[in-house]
């Protein structure tokens, strides 16, 4: 059991917490203190004072991928925090837009410079506690989410298609078994849980949390590519292993027979 809070997200049922774009949780294993993106802004700080939560006890701030709503925070974060470490994928520009209706969004990173060289940027696989890893997507053979096609990314004054290099997964191995945490998916979730399993084989993956980036009402007209990414999804999700082999079959009824049998014998 990993005990968590969320801080941050986009809805919430309490009158006394704030809410707002992106997310952010507090994730307490047995070596650290962990928090998982920081929100747009500071509401996240706001929140932790509610709950009791001292954020500067953190002592890995993980960054998802550079999306300002995800990670609009750490600025603040670093005000009351001197001595966290922060781990971020490494990112080939900080200039990252989303295009939508003909209007250009700045959605990219913040970061000061004195706060920019406090961020360990990172192309492999990073070690955070014991038992825990920030890893890159190594698997990218199913679906992604359809509105990824709305961002970009400018590499020496020319703007790009955002490919999400960015964004990592975080996943901590918990008594054999896998605990996920994403944020936005962007590069698709079930290539998120086939990455994680590919690098801890033969673990069971027994919780994945965090965004799918679906961000459609009931009013909205979802596109297919979302339907089936979304179908893709709960289809994974409720896999079962093929069913035994009939030589399987008859050695489970002979064994079957075998105890039915020692029962007969005992009642005698």
Not at 7 to 32: A, F, H, P, R, Y
Not at 184 to 189: A, D, T
């Amino acid at each position: 059991m990993i005990p968590i809070n969320i801080l941050v997200e986009n809805s919430t049922d309490k009158k006394d917490m704030l809410c707002g774009k992106g997310l952010s949780i507090l994730i307490n294993t047995k070596e650290q203190k962990i928090l998982f993106d920081t929100g747009s802004n500071s509401a996240f700080i706001k929140n932790a004072k509610k709950l009791d939560l001292n954020l500067s006890e953190i002592d890995s701030l993980i960054l998802s991928h550079a999306h300002d709503s995800f990670i609009g925070g750490v600025n603040q974060f670093c005000k009351i925090n001197k001595t966290a470490q922060i781990v971020m994928q490494n990112i080939d520009t900080n200039r990252y837009f989303r295009i939508e209706k003909k209007f250009k969004y700045d959605v990219g990173p913040s970061f000061g410079l004195k706060i920019f060289s406090r961020i360990r940027m990172i192309n492999n696989p990073a070690q955070i506690t014991t038992n825990s890893w920030f890893i890159p997507y190594t698997v990218k053979d199913y679906g992604r989410p359809k509105k990824n096609t709305l961002f970009y990314k400018m590499i020496d004054d020319e703007m790009k298609q955002d490919n999400f290099a960015h964004e990592g997964i975080f996943v901590i191995d918990d008594s054999g078994e896998l605990v996920i945490f994403n944020s936005c998916s962007h590069n698709g979730v079930v290539n998120a849980i086939e990455s994680a399993r590919e690098f801890f084989p033969n673990k069971r993956v027994r919780s994945y949390v965090g965004g799918m980036h679906f961000p459609y009402s009931e009013k909205d007209e979802i596109p297919p590519d979302d339907i089936r990414n979304l179908e893709e999804i709960v289809d994974y999700a409720n896999y079962t292993p093929t069913e035994p082999k009939e030589e399987d079959e008859e050695a489970d009824r002979i064994e079957e027979n075998e105890l039915i049998d020692e029962d007969k014998a005992y009642s005698k």
